[in-house]
């Protein structure tokens, strides 16, 4: 699952909530969960800025960033998963 922008996160941290929830407790995994959330508040006030000043550019390392700490979670989240 990828973000193209802030807006986007609504549907990806539903899904993943649920994805969290149907493995029981794990802290690491909402430790991650939570730290993503922060990169995303980054990215929104980061794109305020770039609508400002006309340079959408600005949010593209911040959401390369975002997208793959994402990634990196699905992932774990599958291996979790598995061992089950």
Do not use: C
Request: charge should be positive; charged fraction near 30%; glycine fraction near 4%.
């Amino acid at each position: 699952m990828k973000i193209q922008s802030s807006l986007d996160w609504f549907d990806v941290s539903k899904n993943l909530t649920n994805q969290l929830e149907s493995i029981g407790y794990n802290p690491d995994l909402k430790k991650m969960y939570k730290n993503i959330e922060g990169m995303i508040e980054g990215l929104s006030k980061l794109e305020v800025d770039a609508r400002r000043t006309h340079k959408p550019e600005l949010t593209k390392p911040n959401l390369d960033k975002i997208n793959s700490a994402i990634d990196h979670l699905e992932k774990l989240i599958l291996m979790a998963k598995l061992m089950i």
